[in-house]
């Protein structure tokens, strides 16, 4: 079990690291209902990001099931790890436009029902990231675990993916006069570096994708 969780701790940090993410858990911390806000952010994040690599694991098992061999699976990942590494050339070629997503400027004044769709752009309705999880659950999917083994490692991957926006709320919550600043500019930082940060993580989720996919054909 050790061992199936340690091949989705590359994809899980994957996730955590999405800039433009954090950046919008940043602004919800920062917003006029922040302590509602950030749990409702908080809670529709983490349900997608275990749902999705679920829904993944399930039809990277009815693809091997089909065929009888792994083959479909390793496909499947192969895929998925070239859409990653097209993604990563993409953000690359940016990663000096200095353009701003501009919802980030309308974060501040949303209430509890206007986060809730915004965390959707996180997850389910962001292409990149449910790439990311949907890899993640064709790999759990492929490790042939039982159903309740593979719940309890998809919950530990929730938990290590979300953990920057766990730790983020916390720290706003407990870390003193000082920790308004500083959150401050770690969001400065991550919106300038936003491109090269996702070209460097969507290169190495490619090349971890792109490994399991052809070493299971």
Do not use: C
């Not at 501040?108 to 959707?120: C, F, K």
């Amino acid at each position: 079990m050790g061992a199936a969780v340690a091949q989705l701790l590359g994809v899980a940090i994957g996730f955590a690291l999405s800039p433009i993410a954090l950046v919008e858990m940043l602004l919800v911390l920062f917003s006029r209902r922040a302590r509602v806000n950030s749990v409702v952010f908080l809670l529709a994040i983490m349900i997608p990001v275990f749902l999705v690599p679920v829904a993944g694991a399930s039809g990277e098992q009815a693809a091997s099931s089909s065929t009888g061999r792994p083959t479909a699976a390793a496909i499947v990942l192969l895929v998925i790890a070239a859409v990653l590494i097209l993604l990563a050339w993409r953000n690359f070629r940016r990663r000096h436009s200095g353009e701003v997503p501009a919802v980030l400027g309308r974060i501040e004044g949303m209430g509890p029902a206007a986060v809730l769709l915004l965390s959707a752009g996180v997850t389910v309705a962001n292409p990149k990231n449910l790439v990311i999880l949907l890899g993640a659950g064709a790999i759990a999917g492929k490790q042939g675990l039982s159903p309740g083994q593979l719940a309890t490692k998809l919950a530990i991957f929730t938990v290590i993916a979300t953990s920057p926006f766990l730790a983020m709320t916390g720290y706003l919550l407990f870390g003193g006069d000082g920790a308004g600043q500083r959150l401050q500019a770690w969001k400065d930082w991550l919106i300038r570096n936003n491109h090269l940060i996702m070209a460097i993580v969507f290169a190495v989720l490619g090349v971890v994708l792109a490994v399991h996919g052809a070493t299971s054909l």
